[in-house]
Antibody
Framework: QVQLQESGPGLVKPSGTLSLTCAVA?????????WNWVRQAPGKGLEWIGE???????NYSPSLRGRVTISVDKSKNQLSLELSSVTAADTAVYYC?????????????WGQGTLVTVSS | QSALTQPRSVSGSPGQSVTISCTGT?????????VSWYQQHPGKVPKFMIY???KRPSGVPDRFSGSKSGNTASLTISGLQAEDEADYYC??????????FGSGTKVTVL
């Protein structure tokens, strides 16, 4: 059973950089999947942020491109998210999720999510 | 890239069927047969329910079914049960290797 666990600061100052890590357990991140970040603002819907393959290929949401960077650390079996120049609009629960076995266009395993609040 | 359009809410009595629509464009729903659906109970993690428009992952009851016509996908819940009360989100693969989620639909079991 794949397990994903997000971690990182729960509070980030406006104009700062949000940094989160997703540790993947019981499954190799080097298998043929994309690994994704999805967020959900309080009381709002899901928003796809971006994805990464262990070979380094990334795809990002057009609305966040330019502010977002997703990376992978195969030695630690984890992926990371950095979102720069944050504002209150970036306050959300951030989830990491496994994409389907390529070519699988869905998200089958999700982490528990971590709430990040942008506030001074 | 705007969110896919879903009704804000749908409701039905136990045993009835409800259908949730998910309307996109020719750049997402209409372009690919890669629509997936997720169920989310309050305060919980989204659960993977449907993929590739109409396929069910193992463990998902066959009361849940999906379909698509043109730019609109649909999720039907047959034999509605109390535990089906939740928010439901569609998601479509889209051009330029991106994904777009729907706005979400609250299903209420009367």
């Amino acid at each position: 059973q794949v397990q994903l666990q997000e971690s990182g600061p729960g509070l980030v100052k406006p104009s700062g950089t949000l940094s989160l890590t997703c540790a993947v357990a019981d499954y190799s991140i080097s298998n043929n999947h994309y690994w994704n970040w999805v967020r959900q603002a309080p009381g709002k819907g899901l928003e796809w942020i971006g994805e990464i393959h262990h070979r380094g290929t990334t795809n990002y949401s057009p609305s966040l491109r330019g502010r977002v960077t997703i990376s992978v650390d195969k030695s630690k079996n984890q992926l990371s998210l950095e979102l720069s120049s944050v504002t209150a609009a970036d306050t959300a629960v951030y989830y990491c999720a496994r994409g389907g076995l390529i070519p699988g266009y869905y998200f089958d395993y999700w982490g528990q999510g971590t709430l990040v609040t942008v506030s001074s | 890239q705007s969110a896919l359009t879903q009704p804000r809410s749908v409701s039905g009595s136990p045993g009835q069927s409800v259908t949730i629509s998910c309307t996109g464009t020719s750049s997402d729903v209409g372009a690919y047969n890669y629509v997936s659906w997720y169920q989310q109970h309050p305060g919980k993690v989204p659960k993977f329910m449907i993929y590739d428009v109409s396929k069910r992952p193992s463990g998902v009851p066959d009361r849940f079914s999906g379909s698509k016509s043109g730019n609109t996908a649909s999720l039907t819940i047959s034999g509605l049960q109390a535990e089906d009360e939740a928010d439901y989100y569609c998601c479509s693969y889209a051009v330029s290797h991106t994904y777009v989620f729907g706005s979400g639909t609250k299903v209420t079991v009367l």
